[in-house]
């Protein structure tokens, strides 16, 4: 890497050391010929996944806003969301082979996840929403219910209204 300041290729690595996480390595440098230091990051490299959106639309996927989901769904139960976080990372090497996903298929791998992880009855209720919805749109529903308290529907076999989600598609 040639120097910023002179241009000379032969730079010396005078610091090494992991950061964000462990995810990148930082480099201090220092150029052999005029003295000058800099900092280089070297980072894993990850092909962009985009998400196509029932509209049609992309996006490029964001696994944090997916986790949240799943957070709102299962809790917040450290050794569970941990085991998903891994399962996560495997279903997103599945998707990014072909770098686009839609949001349908990300909705339906999570639910399926989710079923052989968490066997809690208000998982199997979720199941029903995403023949519906795109993930934003199951979210948002999710948090409702979780908010009104109506998540044990599925113990008393009553099912949740579909014609308020079909309306909140249209
Ligand atoms: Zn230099």
């Not at 139960?77 to 990300?106: C, K």
Request: hydrophobic letters at 30%; charged letters at 30%; one cysteine or more.
């Amino acid at each position: 890497m040639k120097c910023p300041s002179c241009g000379h290729e032969q730079s010396k690595v005078t610091d090494s050391r992991l950061t964000d996480s462990g995810t990148a390595v930082r480099r201090r440098r220092l150029c052999e010929e005029c003295q000058s230091r800099w900092t280089t990051f070297e980072r894993m490299q990850t092909a962009t996944l985009y998400v196509q959106k029932k509209d049609g639309t992309t996006e490029p996927y964001d696994r944090e806003k997916l986790m949240r989901g799943i957070i709102i769904a299962c809790g917040k139960r450290p050794d569970l969301l941990q085991r998903i976080r891994h399962q996560v990372s495997e279903l997103e090497e599945v998707w990014a082979t072909t770098g686009t996903v839609t949001s349908r298929q990300i909705g339906e791998d999570v639910v399926e996840m989710l079923r052989d992880t968490d066997d809690i009855g208000f998982i199997r209720f979720i199941s029903v929403y995403y023949e519906y919805q795109d993930i934003e749109t199951f979210q948002r529903e999710l948090s409702r219910l979780v908010e009104k308290g109506s998540a044990p529907a599925v113990a008393t076999g009553k099912k949740p209204s579909q014609q308020s989600l079909l309306d909140d598609a249209a």
